[in-house]
């Protein structure tokens, strides 16, 4: 199984959605089997909610599921991620530090490094903004570019 940890700030936004968008592109594939995917936050702010109403509206919208809960990283899930995708530096900056003495077995990425149509590399935080829409289109950009990288690294 290739296992891919989504990250964000408080798991309530960027990273469900990223999770849900790419949890539905690998079904599309047929390729289910073949990964684990989860979403965390580097805070413990939101922990047990679910995920924020913006983000299932939107998810909804295009007709997608989203079954979060929101809860922190853990170390435990770092040791087992092959892939951890960061949705902007601050959540690279903030594993790091909270993280310290663990071994990031997985490759740490920005989400935005594998989109096509963007040059910014870091997903705008809709919680504050309300742009669900266009940080939808931005993270579906990122995870489209994401299973594509994976496929060609892992053979898929």
């Known amino acids: 199984m290739i296992n ?3 990250v ?8 469900p959605m990223a999770e849900a ?6 079904a599309k594939e047929g390729l289910s089997d073949q990964f684990h995917i989860d979403s965390v936050g580097t805070g413990s702010y939101h922990e047990g909610d679910l995920a924020h109403r913006g983000t299932r509206r939107v998810l909804a919208n295009h007709g997608i599921r989203c079954e979060n809960i929101s809860r922190q ?9 092959d892939y951890i995708i960061a949705m902007d530096h601050h959540n690279i900056s903030d594993l790091r530090y909270s993280m310290r003495g663990v071994q990031l077995n997985g490759q740490v990425h920005l989400l935005l490094d594998f989109a096509e149509n963007t040059r910014i ?17 931005l ?5 489209k570019g994401l299973l ?5 690294e892992q053979r898929l």
Do not use: K, W
Not at 8 to 15: F, K, M
Not at 73 to 81: E, G, I, K
Not at 121 to 137: C, I, K, S, W
Not at 148 to 152: E, G, L, T
């Open 4 to 6: 891919i940890l989504f």
């Open 8 to 15: 964000c700030l408080g798991n309530i936004c960027r990273s």
């Open 21 to 26: 968008i790419f949890i539905d592109m690998i």
């Open 73 to 81: 990283v853990t170390r435990h899930d770092l040791n087992l991620a």
């Open 121 to 137: 590399r870091d997903v705008p935080d809709p919680y504050y903004t309300g742009n669900f829409e266009a940080v939808f289109q």
């Open 139 to 143: 993270v579906e950009d990122g995870c």
């Open 148 to 152: 594509a990288h994976i496929r060609a």
